[in-house]
């Protein structure tokens, strides 16, 4: 029973596409976060979210928008992709905001061609 | 800002033997939390161990030891008699100082020789 689950894994897309991550949660935590990991491994937040409210923005292009449904989903969708945007996507979340350890989603590879 | 710093790109250890990762930060806050995190090739981010900076005493979790330095800012990683499923990206990560997110460093690859 997956505590974070990301759909999908694995994403192959042109330049110029618009697409979809989404998350869920089911721990019951109030806080969700979006990670970008680079070519290099290097973890950086994008996101945060407490209780569906947006929280940390942390100067991500305003292609991409999350968005949160609820406090067990937050998605990330991001428009006219571009070859940079090509990464993995981690989606996590902690039961305390601001404080403590995150559990993480098994990140999404995006690949843009 | 805070900062973690992982001086050590990649680090090897012989299998059965004991290997330790290096971690620095910098923060002016005194509370906060410092944790490190396993990344197998499966991508998937584990918790390997977690300190509170309030607590002296230095965590352990079975193979898996830490040790905290607050007056210095470290938080090294011991991993005692070394498997190969320890083969993996180490990251340490710090958070606090009522900042709403976990600040990482590049990363350590550990590599387990038979």
């Known amino acids: 029973d997956t505590a974070v689950s990301q759909t999908p894994k694995y994403l192959v897309t042109q330049m110029g596409n618009d697409k979809s991550i989404k998350c869920e949660q089911n721990?019951?935590?109030?806080?969700m976060y979006w990670y970008k990991q680079d070519s290099k491994k290097f973890l950086k937040i994008m996101f945060s979210?407490?209780?569906?409210?947006?929280?940390i923005n942390e100067t991500v292009p305003n292609r991409f928008s999350p968005k949160s449904p609820d406090k067990a989903h937050l998605n990330l969708h991001i428009n006219s992709l571009e070859l940079g945007d090509s990464a993995v996507y981690f989606c996590?979340?902690?039961?305390?905001?601001?404080?403590?350890?995150?559990?993480f989603g098994e990140g999404s590879r995006l690949t843009v061609l | 800002a805070q900062t973690v710093t992982q001086s050590q790109p990649e680090m090897s250890v012989q299998e059965a033997e004991t290997v330790t990762l290096s971690c620095t930060y910098d923060?002016?806050?005194?509370?906060?939390?410092l944790f490190w995190y396993k990344q197998p090739p499966s991508r998937q981010m584990i918790l390997v161990i977690r300190?509170?900076?309030?607590?002296?005493q230095n965590a352990t979790e079975n193979r898996f030891s830490v040790n905290f330095q607050k007056a210095a800012k470290s938080f090294s990683l011991k991993i005692s008699d070394s498997q190969l499923g320890d083969a993996a990206m180490y990251f340490c990560?710090?958070?606090?100082?009522?900042?709403?997110?976990?600040?990482f460093g590049k990363g350590t690859k550990l590599t387990v020789n038979p």
């Open positions: 996590a979340s902690s039961l305390i905001r601001g404080i403590g350890e995150l559990f």
């Open positions: 721990l019951g935590h109030d806080t």
């Open positions: 979210y407490n209780n569906k409210e947006l929280i």
């Open positions: 923060t002016s806050e005194s509370d906060y939390y």
């Open positions: 300190q509170e900076a309030y607590k002296q």
């Open positions: 990560a710090y958070s606090g100082g009522g900042s709403e997110k976990l600040v």
